[in-house]
Every structure is written in C-alpha cells, then in structure tokens.
C-alpha cells in the first residue's frame, strides 16, 4: 500500500515546471524597482498600489489562518458518482511579502452516490498563491498545488491518490487581519483518467504585521532633488507636526487637527408609576422600572433627578396635593433606600390634581392621571466611525 504523503518524482518535476512558468509571466508585470528607475530614467513615473501617498511602501509578511468549505465533483473510473463530494478542511498560511504566500490544508469527507455513503478520505494539499495586488487589499490570486487523498477502500478510488492542482480565485477584505477567499480549481489526479473540479470559500486571519518602509518618489522632468516625507505616527491622514491628538484610533475621523470627530447622542430614561385611588404604596411591578432609573443614574454619576406626583380630581385639592407629595416620596425613598441613589440627587414635589394627562372625564382617564413621573435625559459625544 502506498503511504499517504508518497509524491512520485515525475510529479513534482511537473508541479515546478508549471509553478516556474507562472512565476516568469507574473514577473513581467510586476512593480518597477524605485531607486534603479530614479538612476537610469528619472523621467518616467511609477505607480505601485503598495506605496500609500505619503510615501510609504507596506511590506506585508506572517502566519494566518484558514477555516473553509468546499464541494469537489470527484470522478470515479468505475462509477459515475452523481453528488458533488463536500468537504471542511482548515489551514496554516505563511506570507511571505505583498504578494505570494504558502498553505497547508487538511480536508476531510465522505463520498456519496445516490445518497448512499460509499467511502471516506482524509487529504493534505500544499499550495502556492499569487496575489495580484497587495495582500492588503481586494485581489485576485492564481493557486498552484499539490495534494495527497487516503480512501478508506480501494473499492472505487486509488487507496492513495496524488493530484496536481492549478486554479484562482478572489480574496475580499473585511479588515487589516480578516478576509474571505472564494476559489475554484482543477485537480489532476495521477492514478486516475478524469480530473476533479474544486470550488469553496475560506475564511482566514491573518497574525503577522504591515512593515513600513520610506521610500523617495520617482519625479517628473525636471528633475528636482527629494524632499523628506514627514511622518504620520497614528495614520489619519495628518502629518505629526500639525497633529494635536496623537494617537488616535485608525478607525476614527478626523478633523483637520488630527482630532476626533464626534456626534452628539441624546440618552434618556422616563418613569411612569401609576397608583390606585387614594394610595402612595409603590406596587411591585415597578420596582423593575425604578431599578433602570436608578442603573442609568449610576451611569451618569452627573445627573440630578426631580420625582413628581400627581392626582385625579376626586376628592378635596388640598387633600391631593398632600397625596401626590407622598406619592413622589415613596418613589425617591426606593430610589435611595433599595438602589442606593444619594438622597442629595433626587428631589421630590407633588401636583395634586393641577397637571392631568387627560381630562378626569373617565375611570381609565383618572387612572392614568394618578401617577408619579420622572425624566431623565443627557447627551452624550461618540466617536464618528469611518465608513
């Protein structure tokens, strides 16, 4: 039996070769060398999307890892297997600079034909890729491999199969660290007459870091002598000498000082507790509402609160003012008493019957004006987010 990671010879002189060729195309294009163009045609001009516009040149290398999906239309010499194969795997990349990076992968799954399971494999792939731009950004990417499948059976597949493997595919970056790959690609297998078709999508982050190197930019004729760059420490688009916040976070705007922008944001809380006739004892149900109250005070240790009672109209005026007074009280006394609000933030004044919700014309109108009520609000900065 051959052991799994067996690679015949022949094989690898094959994958070379492509991998080779693929590499002497790409060269062609890639970015012009900077300080051998400024010395043998300081006239022509340079673009790489790998120097920012203040000069700086990101160098992007490190580890990252890979979590995917994938469904392979595997084909069988001896049977015509009529479901795609899908499949897990994960991985460990290395980039090794803006644009070419290496994988290692391991997949697992199970082959099914006519929604009967007819065997299972376990494969390691080792992959080559070549990002058109800057790993940092948006890119479309080449794929080269090679790859190894344990079958369980030899019933169906070779119980060990090598593939050779070439494709592309399109990377989407969600962040500096995180992105999506979506791919396809075709796997020549050595054992086997009929090629397989991969597709997926990967999700990956990446752990290494951006280096900044300062480069001089390329001028036009006539040739004029370099001026320093001056640094942008925290990358908001302001230079240090005019940057009156440092450090400020990259996600954050900025104003021309290179200070945060911030928008206003109104926060409030209201209290409605509401009382039977002729009583001042808080019914429970509300001891949640007081709670938020209170919560929202400790929050906004700044904030003094004005609790207010009120009445309907049955009943003499000066007997309800006395009423809505302690109605106010109670509600201030679990303030302070049962959340531990200061008694020095919280006032309390009763209304009687003076400032009805609604007209006393009905026993749920009355109802709704034997209450206590509170109102809090502040406005609060937050940091304006770039898109």
């Known amino acids: 039996m051959k052991r799994f990671y067996q690679i015949s010879g022949i094989n690898w002189l094959i994958l070379f070769g492509s991998f080779t060729v693929a590499t002497s195309s790409l060269a062609e294009n ?7 163009q400024a ?44 479901q795609p194969v899908s499949e897990s795997f994960v991985g460990l990349g290395y980039q090794f600079n803006n644009h070419w990076s290496f994988e290692a992968q391991y997949l697992q799954s199970s082959v099914n034909h006519q929604n009967q399971a007819l065997d299972n494999f376990h494969a390691f792939d ?15 990417h080449l794929r080269f491999g090679i790859g190894a499948r344990q079958f369980d059976t030899a019933q169906y597949f070779p119980e060990t199969d090598t593939v050779l493997k070439f494709g592309g595919g399109y990377d989407f970056h969600l962040n500096e660290n995180l992105f999506i790959s979506l791919f396809a690609e075709t796997q020549r297998a050595s054992d086997r007459e009929k090629s397989d078709l991969q597709y997926g999508i990967s999700l990956n982050y990446f752990f290494g870091s951006t280096q900044h190197a300062q480069v001089n930019k390329v001028q036009t004729e006539p040739l004029k002598r370099s001026e320093p760059v001056e640094k942008d420490s925290d990358r908001d688009g302001v230079v240090n000498s005019l940057d009156l916040c440092p450090e400020t ?5 900025v104003d021309s000082t290179g200070c945060t922008k ?10 409605n507790v509401e009382f039977p006739t002729n009583s001042d004892i808080v019914d429970s149900k509300y001891h949640e509402d007081i709670a938020s109250l209170a919560r929202f005070m ?9 609790v207010e009672g009120h009445t309907d109209d049955v009943g003499p005026a000066d007997y309800n003012l006395t009423l809505s007074t302690k109605r106010a009280k109670a509600v201030a006394r679990i303030l302070n008493i049962d959340f531990g609000i200061n008694a020095a933030r919280i006032s309390h004044i009763g209304f009687g019957e003076e400032r009805p919700l609604e007209e006393n014309n009905s026993d749920l109108a009355r109802a709704k004006n034997r209450r206590v009520m509170a109102v809090l609000s502040i406005e609060v900065p937050r940091p304006q987010l770039k898109r």
């Open 30 to 36: 890639k970015p012009i060398n900077h300080s051998r």
């Open 39 to 82: 010395a043998s045609a300081p006239a022509a001009k340079v673009e790489n999307d790998n120097i920012s516009p203040t000069g700086e040149k990101f160098e992007i290398q490190g580890p990252y890892i890979t979590l995917g999906a994938s469904q392979t239309d595997l084909n069988s010499e001896i049977l015509n297997i009529d």
């Open 126 to 140: 080792l992959n080559a890729l070549y990002r058109f731009k800057s790993r940092a950004q948006n890119s479309w």
């Open 249 to 253: 976070p990259l996600h954050y705007m």
């Open 262 to 271: 911030f928008i206003i944001d109104r926060e409030s809380v209201v209290l």
């Open 298 to 306: 400790r929050q906004h240790k700044s904030l003094s609160i004005s």
